[in-house]
């Protein structure tokens, strides 16, 4: 059985988190893709070296021969695919066996609208890339006259409803139920565990599930002790 695993979520939804949770258990044996079609990284940009989305950044030919882990986004695509961002995850998808692709968002979309201003904040301050994205932050580190900045906050919202949009309806498309953030980053971590358990990877659940216990959250507005 191939092993490689597929992430497809929403930015702000601990896509990155799990994926490397994954990385923990299978150690050394895999290759690691976060956003490979993330064109704002530089690495990305420096791997892209041909005209063929196959093969650039990343070989994709390498999912079947070999354990590959991949976290992308519902809106990413290579570049130079012909298609749709729901085109290409549909051509994605086949190089994985179906029961080892997880598609992740947050339920809330309140409070996904104030986790994406926080990182689009950073990116307003910082640029791209900038590293201080992955920081602990309150909500009241987001200023007013951001939170008021009416072009900013159209793109957020525009953002947010896109991708929610495009990965419900890769959803669909696959016949795979959405894992919400809220149930896996949650504080009721027999329920969180429940649905690890219930990917059935060969992996250690009850280590993964620590891995994701909300106290290692970005976030912590609400939180008293941060560890």
Not at 166 to 193: A, C, P
Request: glycine share 4%; aromatic share 12%.
């Amino acid at each position: 059985m191939n092993k490689s695993i597929l992430v497809i979520g929403t930015q702000r939804s601990g896509t990155s988190n799990l994926i490397k949770s994954f990385g923990v258990e299978y150690k050394l044996n895999t290759l690691q893709w976060l956003e490979p079609w993330n064109y704002h990284s530089p690495l990305v940009r420096e791997s892209d070296t041909s005209t063929n989305w196959t093969k650039t950044p990343y070989d994709l030919s390498l999912i079947k021969s070999h354990t590959v882990l991949v976290k992308t986004q519902s809106y990413q695509k290579p570049k130079h695919y012909p298609g749709s961002s729901i085109d290409f995850l549909l051509e994605l998808v086949d190089r994985f066996d179906k029961n080892r692709i997880i598609l992740i968002c947050r339920e809330d979309y309140d409070k996904h609208i104030i986790s994406y201003t926080n990182l689009r904040y950073t990116i307003y301050q910082h640029g791209y890339w900038s590293g201080k994205t992955n920081f602990h932050w309150k909500e009241s580190d987001i200023p007013e006259s951001y939170l008021n900045n009416e072009k900013e906050q159209k793109l957020i919202h525009s953002n947010v409803t896109e991708q929610r949009k495009l990965l419900f309806e890769i959803s669909d498309k696959l016949n795979i139920g959405v894992t919400w953030y809220e149930d896996l980053y949650g504080n009721d971590r027999s329920k969180s565990l429940d649905i690890i358990k219930s990917w059935n990877f060969d992996i250690n659940e009850e280590r993964v599930n620590k891995y994701l216990d909300p106290k290692f959250k970005y976030n912590i507005t609400n939180t008293i002790n941060v560890i």
